[in-house]
């Protein structure tokens, strides 16, 4: 199997645009998540989010450096994501196929998805069509919704001719986006792939939809930052993010022949259902626990055993029966390793940014490995006793020697997904 080296990095994310920026924000222990203040709730119970910040400021989200003003309408938000994540993962990587020749642009390609799509434009056609009728839905309302457009937009803009897919599942769409891309570079279809997540779910019918699954936490609308805390004994749901992850992936050699900047070498992929519920984990993590030694597995075969893994990006949403079956599947992993292991959970600080997530969260995973330090788990000040023994990262980074990390994914419908990465060595 070729191996796959990650050389590129993109994010939009609650706190904003742009890799430096976010990573900082996050070492720093600060929180995106806010009070939503431009949307009419209704009678929602939900008044918080990881909402991106809009405007014209260096770290801001300017849709016109992305689409001409003219050409927005015909692309949901995710979209819109979506593409800058990408754009700025391409920049980063110095990669941009339009000069290369139509032979090399036939072998990159893009695998972007999304947890829900254009859950935006779908409400807003919906009550315009209820309201006016026919005539009042936009032509480029289908398009403007569809998950694979992100992957179809970055394609066209790039000359991205290989493979052009996306990914839909649920909030492991990040994780697997990746996953999959890396498969189709080792397998030899490609030597470029763009591959993430995007999602942009934060409106009135979203929000009213986990509120009424009681999936979201109510109970912080006047403290946000205090309202995503995996692992704390007063956690009570997760706070719905919005974002987009991008990464470049590339074959080895292929990033070595053009002189690429290598962060990374992605080096193990676990993919598993629960068979158990639509919507509730397996209480024992049983799936997540199988997801994450297939990941390792593979990842013996590039030489990373698994005490070299010392760094695990949790899943880590904030919901009481999730954060402790994820951390019985990493205990039961690592077995009598477990105490070489840190573990946080970066959605303390965004949100869960669903099908995004994982996306976001490889790079902060990479960012981990590069920089030699842990982010921090907000808000965990009082942990349940079952997870007291587990080096949580509580409110504060962490210097660590990180040889190999992991970065996990799990998602409605019991299906789970992890990645390893591992410092890259020739």
Same mark, same amino acid.
Request: with cysteine.
């Given at each position: 199997?070729?191996?796959?080296?990650v050389?590129?990095l993109?994010i939009?994310?609650?706190?904003g645009?742009?890799?430096?920026?976010?990573?900082t924000?996050?070492l720093?222990?600060?929180?995106?998540?806010r009070k939503?203040t431009?949307?009419?709730?209704?009678?929602?119970?939900v008044?918080?989010?990881?909402q991106?910040p809009?405007?014209?400021?260096e770290?801001?989200?300017?849709?016109?450096t992305?689409?001409?003003?003219?050409?927005?309408?015909?692309a949901?938000?995710?979209i819109l994501? *979506?593409i800058a994540a990408?754009?700025?993962?391409?920049?980063d990587?110095?990669?941009?196929?339009?000069?290369l020749?139509?032979?090399?642009?036939?072998?990159a390609g893009v695998?972007?998805g999304s947890?829900?799509?254009g859950?935006?434009?779908?409400?807003?056609?919906a009550i315009?069509?209820?309201?006016?009728?026919?005539k009042?839905?936009?032509?480029f309302f289908?398009?403007?919704?569809l998950?694979?457009l992100i992957?179809?937009?970055?394609?066209i803009?790039?000359a991205l001719r *290989?493979p052009?897919?996306?990914c839909v599942t649920?909030c492991?769409?990040g994780?697997?986006?990746?996953g999959?891309?890396a498969?189709?570079?080792a397998?030899?279809d490609a030597?470029v792939?763009v591959? *993430?997540?995007a999602?942009?779910a934060?409106?009135v019918?979203?929000l009213a *939809?986990?509120?009424?699954?009681h999936a979201?936490?109510a109970?912080?609308?006047?403290?946000?930052e205090k309202?995503?805390r995996?692992?704390?004994?007063?956690?009570?749901g997760?706070v719905?993010?919005?974002g987009?992850?991008?990464l470049?992936l590339?074959?080895?050699?292929?990033?070595?022949?053009?002189?690429a900047?290598?962060?990374?070498?992605?080096v193990?992929?676990?993919m598993?259902?629960?068979?158990?519920?639509?919507?509730?984990?397996c209480?024992?993590?049983d799936?997540?626990?199988?997801a994450?030694?297939?990941a390792?597995t593979h990842?013996a075969e590039?030489?990373?055993?698994?005490?070299?893994i010392s760094y695990?990006?949790?899943h880590?949403?904030?919901?009481?029966?999730?954060d402790?079956?994820?951390a019985?599947?990493?205990r039961r992993?690592?077995?009598d390793?477990?105490?070489?292991v840190?573990?946080?959970?970066?959605?303390?600080?965004?949100g869960?940014?669903l099908?995004?997530?994982?996306?976001?969260?490889?790079v902060?995973?990479?960012k981990?490995i590069?920089?030699?330090?842990?982010?921090?788990?907000l808000?965990?000040?009082?942990?349940d006793?079952e997870?007291?023994?587990l080096?949580l990262?509580p409110?504060?980074?962490?210097?660590?020697a990180i040889?190999a990390a992991?970065?996990?994914?799990f998602g409605?419908?019991?299906?789970?997904?992890s990645?390893?990465?591992?410092?890259?060595?020739?």
């Amino acid at each position: 199997m070729r191996r796959v080296v990650v050389t590129g990095l993109g994010i939009v994310s609650p706190f904003g645009r742009g890799v430096e920026h976010n990573w900082t924000s996050l070492l720093a222990g600060q929180s995106g998540i806010r009070k939503i203040t431009n949307i009419d709730l209704k009678d929602i119970p939900v008044q918080i989010a990881g909402q991106v910040p809009w405007g014209e400021g260096e770290h801001d989200f300017n849709p016109d450096t992305v689409m001409p003003p003219k050409d927005q309408k015909k692309a949901d938000k995710f979209i819109l994501y *979506g593409i800058a994540a990408a754009n700025d993962a391409l920049q980063d990587a110095a990669y941009e196929p339009k000069e290369l020749s139509e032979e090399e642009q036939c072998r990159a390609g893009v695998m972007m998805g999304s947890g829900i799509g254009g859950l935006n434009n779908i409400y807003e056609n919906a009550i315009s069509f209820n309201e006016v009728g026919i005539k009042r839905i936009s032509p480029f309302f289908i398009p403007s919704c569809l998950i694979n457009l992100i992957s179809g937009t970055v394609s066209i803009d790039h000359a991205l001719r *290989g493979p052009n897919h996306a990914c839909v599942t649920a909030c492991s769409t990040g994780t697997h986006a990746i996953g999959d891309a890396a498969k189709i570079i080792a397998m030899g279809d490609a030597d470029v792939m763009v591959a *993430g997540g995007a999602e942009s779910a934060v409106n009135v019918l979203g929000l009213a *939809g986990f509120a009424r699954m009681h999936a979201v936490t109510a109970e912080f609308n006047d403290e946000p930052e205090k309202a995503s805390r995996p692992w704390d004994k007063k956690r009570s749901g997760f706070v719905m993010g919005e974002g987009a992850g991008a990464l470049v992936l590339e074959e080895l050699e292929h990033a070595k022949a053009r002189g690429a900047h290598i962060y990374a070498e992605l080096v193990g992929y676990g993919m598993s259902g629960d068979a158990h519920h639509m919507t509730a984990p397996c209480p024992d993590g049983d799936g997540a626990y199988r997801a994450m030694k297939m990941a390792v597995t593979h990842a013996a075969e590039h030489g990373v055993q698994i005490e070299d893994i010392s760094y695990v990006n949790a899943h880590g949403t904030s919901t009481p029966l999730g954060d402790l079956g994820e951390a019985a599947a990493v205990r039961r992993l690592f077995g009598d390793k477990i105490g070489n292991v840190s573990m946080s959970s970066t959605k303390s600080s965004t949100g869960h940014l669903l099908g995004a997530a994982g996306a976001i969260e490889a790079v902060y995973t990479i960012k981990a490995i590069q920089e030699q330090i842990c982010p921090p788990t907000l808000n965990l000040e009082d942990p349940d006793e079952e997870v007291k023994d587990l080096d949580l990262v509580p409110l504060k980074p962490k210097k660590k020697a990180i040889k190999a990390a992991m970065s996990n994914s799990f998602g409605f419908g019991g299906t789970n997904s992890s990645l390893v990465f591992k410092k890259f060595e020739d």
